[in-house]
């Protein structure tokens, strides 16, 4: 996302005009190319309207882009795991996604850690219907003491899948990665979140450390350096329409284990 990039959306030729960027030209409404940039500049929207803010899954607030959890779930329904770690709880709206995953597909739980659990959230979780599926552990989930708690949550044989929603640094993601990414099973993923930082450096609300200091970097450095994980991009579960890349706050954020 450049944030020099000009775009002018003429509905009625049904042509997209972009300029300042290196994907400048015209383009029909409907292509792909179209498409993504004006993806692109929804997300920015989106961002500075803080669009994510305004959902919920069963009773409480999930602070995501809808198709981002659709995304997830497709994976999740591929997968199937056992158990999927996630750091962060917030308001719980992703622990209680999950957990209505793993009741409809009648396997699986959810471990929710965060370095702080608001008693109001953590009642609100807790009274919910879906909380037999849900652990909660509250803690630094970078610490060797979360860490080895929850590695004694999982059993042997069971299919792990994690997902990364904490603390966003660059430095705190990649402590999270060695903590949890051993407990990766093959053909399972590490889901790395929010890296869309990185292109919205500039905007409101937003650090200039940005550039480098987010979740796709960490991703990218784990990855050189360890193997067993490579980025795969999910395939769409189904599409029979012409775009086939997400729209997403998590850009290479699927770290599948390979061996």
């Known amino acids: 996302m450049n944030l020099d990039e000009k775009i002018v959306i003429d509905k009625k030729s049904g042509k997209i005009t972009v300029t300042g960027s290196d994907r400048a030209g015209v383009y029909d409404i409907g292509t792909p190319e179209a498409f993504a940039v004006i993806s692109d500049a929804w997300i920015r929207s989106g961002w500075d309207t803080k669009y994510v803010y305004s959902f919920t899954w069963l009773g409480r607030p999930i602070i995501q882009l809808p198709e981002d959890m659709i995304r997830m779930q497709e994976?999740?329904?591929?997968?199937?795991?056992?158990?999927?770690?996630?750091?962060?709880v917030a308001h719980g709206g992703s622990l209680i996604f999950y957990a209505s995953l793993f009741h409809a597909m009648g396997r699986g739980r959810v471990v929710g850690l965060d370095i702080e659990i608001r008693p109001h959230n953590r009642k609100a979780i807790e009274s919910h219907e879906l909380f037999d599926y849900i652990t909660l552990i509250q803690g630094d989930s970078a610490?060797?003491?979360?860490?080895?708690?929850?590695e004694k949550l999982v059993r042997p044989g069971e299919v792990v899948m994690v997902s990364l929603d904490s603390n966003h640094s660059k430095e705190h993601v990649l402590a999270e990665l060695s903590a949890y990414a051993p407990l990766v099973s093959v053909g399972s993923y590490v889901v790395v979140m929010d890296g869309i930082m990185e292109h919205l450096a500039g905007a409101p609300r937003t650090e200039d450390d940005w550039t480098w200091n987010n979740p796709r970097q960490a991703s990218v450095e784990f990855v050189s350096m360890n193997p067993d994980f490579e980025i795969v991009e999910p395939?769409?579960?189904?599409?029979?329409?012409?775009?086939?890349?997400?729209?997403?706050?998590?850009?290479?954020?699927?770290?599948?284990r390979i061996r």
């Open 75 to 88: 994976v999740i329904y591929t997968v199937k795991p056992d158990m999927l770690i996630e750091t962060g």
């Open 143 to 150: 610490s060797p003491e979360v860490a080895g708690e929850v």
């Open 235 to 256: 395939e769409f579960r189904f599409n029979e329409g012409v775009v086939t890349k997400r729209v997403t706050y998590w850009p290479s954020a699927y770290l599948k």
